[in-house]
């Protein structure tokens, strides 16, 4: 059975998300650790062994101990379902790789509107100025990836990938800081995300987010 050390809709949703497209019953069964994030119950137990950050995701399974998101969606792409991958040789594996790592890039910018905007309480107040540049990045990023799109459904023509599953908590984050209205291609992309029968069974584990208090943050006036 693999352990997964999970926050609801956290960049640990990847995780969750690729072993339904592999299939649970691949790895045995799951067995999901579920934290809050800034609560003590993250520097106990298994985690701070597992995470030289102490954050999630992180997985045990079979012997192997692993975090991070990207580097568990890669080695778990390769060696258990090398068809949502590009391998060495194929001539999408630049792109692949490329996206990949695009994918923190922006999962970046959206951790910092968090910290500034869920995270902060009174009497602290987040920064004006610090969250209109994060916003304009993050806009950025978006509008990069709009440029980029082309015809084709997903971010490689080839098809489906785990670069894919990457960008799913991104494109279900950043539209509390941005409106996807302005990338019509992306709302799209998102909308086949949603329609992936492995997604909805990651969507239906997770059950409603309980993160975000308001369905949109504005830059905050001055």
């Known amino acids: 059975m693999i352990r997964l050390h999970h926050v609801q809709y956290g960049r640990s949703f990847r995780v969750l998300w690729l072993l339904e497209e592999i299939g649970i019953d691949h790895f045995g069964g799951l067995e999901i650790s579920e934290y809050q994030i800034g609560t003590p119950?993250?520097?106990?137990?298994?985690?701070?062994?597992?995470?030289?950050?102490?954050?999630?995701?992180?997985?045990?399974?079979?012997?192997?101990?692993?975090?991070?998101?990207?580097?568990?969606?890669?080695?778990?792409?390769?060696?258990?379902?090398?068809?949502?991958?590009?391998?060495?040789?194929?001539?999408?594996?630049?792109?692949?790789?490329?996206?990949?790592?695009?994918?923190?890039?922006?999962?970046?910018?959206?951790?910092?509107?968090?910290?500034?905007?869920?995270?902060?309480?009174?009497?602290?107040?987040?920064?004006?100025?610090?969250?209109?540049?994060?916003?304009?990045?993050?806009?950025?990023t978006l509008g990069g990836m709009e440029a980029r799109m082309g015809d084709s459904p997903w971010l490689l023509e080839g098809g489906f990938s785990a670069a894919d599953i990457m960008m799913g908590f991104n494109l279900f984050a950043a539209p509390y800081y941005v409106d996807l209205a302005e990338?019509?291609?992306?709302?799209?992309?998102?909308?086949?995300?949603?329609?992936?029968?492995a997604f909805q069974r990651s969507v239906e584990r997770e059950g409603p987010q309980r993160f975000y208090q308001q369905d949109f943050y504005p830059v905050p006036e001055s």
């Open 41 to 140: 119950a993250m520097r106990e137990g298994d985690l701070p062994r597992l995470s030289p950050g102490v954050r999630i995701p992180a997985i045990e399974w079979d012997g192997l101990e692993m975090a991070e998101s990207g580097a568990i969606i890669e080695y778990l792409v390769e060696s258990e379902a090398p068809e949502l991958g590009r391998g060495v040789g194929n001539p999408e594996r630049a792109a692949y790789l490329q996206w990949i790592h695009f994918a923190e890039t922006m999962a970046s910018l959206i951790e910092n509107l968090n910290l500034q905007m869920v995270f902060l309480r009174p009497p602290a107040k987040p920064s004006p100025i610090v969250v209109k540049l994060t916003v304009a990045r993050l806009r950025q």
């Open 183 to 197: 990338f019509p291609k992306l709302q799209a992309y998102k909308a086949r995300m949603e329609a992936r029968p």
